[in-house]
């Protein structure tokens, strides 16, 4: 058993972000574990951008509300409690809705995620109508 000290809370990056996003490494597992956790935070209107995982991923909702689309399909309202998962290879975003703070525990499998384009501001206020 080990203890793992805390790591520092990270900026998210703006090729990835657009907006306020903060994460917190909660679990990074050792070889022969591909487990990753990160505890994110995202401003109102905050989110990510287009972005995949080659092993899928999963994101539960700890605070506020938030929304996620998978390319083409409708965009999705997240509350505390909820899980979304998202297959191997589907372009998706999630992030904070327009008036409220979001976390949520991000949970996947290994390094290998593709980024893409931002969301674009039309993109994402297509989500705000729910």
Excluded: C
Excluded at 6 to 23: E, I, L, N, R
């Amino acid at each position: 058993m080990n203890l793992v000290p805390k790591t520092p809370t990270t900026k998210g990056p703006a090729q990835m972000f657009t907006g306020d996003v903060y994460f917190d490494v909660i679990a990074r597992g050792e070889a022969p574990s591909r487990l990753r956790v990160n505890l994110v935070r995202f401003a109102p209107s905050a989110r990510t951008a287009w972005h995949m995982h080659s092993l899928g991923q999963t994101v539960h909702v700890t605070d506020g509300v938030g929304l996620i689309q998978s390319r083409g399909g409708e965009v999705i309202s997240m509350r505390p409690g909820d899980s979304v998962y998202t297959p191997p290879g589907e372009w998706h975003w999630h992030g904070a809705s327009a008036d409220s703070f979001m976390s949520h525990l991000a949970m996947w499998e290994d390094d290998d995620a593709t980024w893409g384009d931002h969301v674009t501001d039309e993109e994402y206020g297509a989500g705000e109508s729910i």
